[in-house]
């Protein structure tokens, strides 16, 4: 099945600065979707973003699909944002399933 | 407001012991999802459904079992089966393949 790859594991920011995550993915793909898990748990979709780039406010993101990676970027991060970051994609023909990596671990300190 | 729902939010099984998960959505959605998390890992596909009467296996649907036999529910069961149940558990709904959204969750723990 498809491989799906984020790096890095973990990342430690002071407050205010920027970031930026990035999901590799080993196939070719018709969705990919980034989510923000919270500290209790819920998943909270950032993007759909199978092709191009997107923004909504300080969170933007861009998937090149023919070299097959998305970038997350987070600016001016806040202590909210914590938490974990998951990218998942899904195979060009497989239908409705997702992938999911093993997610990016972020800490942003005062 | 609509949404998904999952209950209960934590849940305690025995030995041998059948249990089920709820799911409920009202966001019109065909399509369900149910993913299991474990510490510190990603989440593992279970069995997905893209319409009533019809669902799929994911990648670990050895000791699950689900039915969907209304739009709006697409219950969970965990089987005494499935020897190592202690996990998070996530349903998710959305409109075809598109954006997926996810409910709360449910922490099944084993005495």
């Known amino acids: 099945g498809i491989q799906v790859e984020q790096s890095p594991p973990d990342l430690i920011l002071q407050e205010g600065a920027n970031s930026t995550l990035r999901c590799n993915f080993s196939d070719s793909v018709n969705n990919l979707q980034w989510f923000h898990q919270n500290p209790w748990g819920q998943l909270i979709n950032l993007f759909y973003?199978?092709?191009g780039t997107k923004q909504n406010g300080r969170l933007s993101a861009t998937t090149v699909a023919t070299e097959r990676y998305s970038l997350l970027y987070i600016s001016s991060s806040q202590t909210t944002d914590s938490g974990v970051y998951f990218c998942?994609?899904?195979?060009?023909?497989?239908?409705?399933?997702?992938?999911f990596g093993t997610g990016t671990q972020l800490k942003v300190e005062l | 407001d609509g949404g998904i729902t999952q209950s209960p939010k934590y849940l305690f099984r025995k030995e041998g012991q059948n249990v089920t998960l709820s799911c409920e959505q009202n966001l019109n959605h065909d399509a369900m999802y149910w993913y299991r998390q474990d510490p510190g890992q990603g989440l593992r596909l279970i069995y997905y459904s893209q319409i009533v009467n019809d669902f799929q296996k994911g990648d670990i649907a050895e000791g699950y079992s689900v039915s969907r036999e209304k739009k709006e529910s697409f219950p969970l069961t965990v089987t005494s089966a499935q020897k190592n149940p202690t996990a998070f558990y996530l349903c998710?709904?959305?409109?075809?393949?598109?954006?997926?959204?996810f409910g709360p969750g449910t922490r099944l723990l084993v005495l």
């Open positions: 973003i199978p092709s």
């Open positions: 998710a709904s959305s409109h075809r393949g598109e954006t997926q959204y």
């Open positions: 998942a994609t899904g195979l060009t023909g497989g239908g409705n399933k997702l992938t």
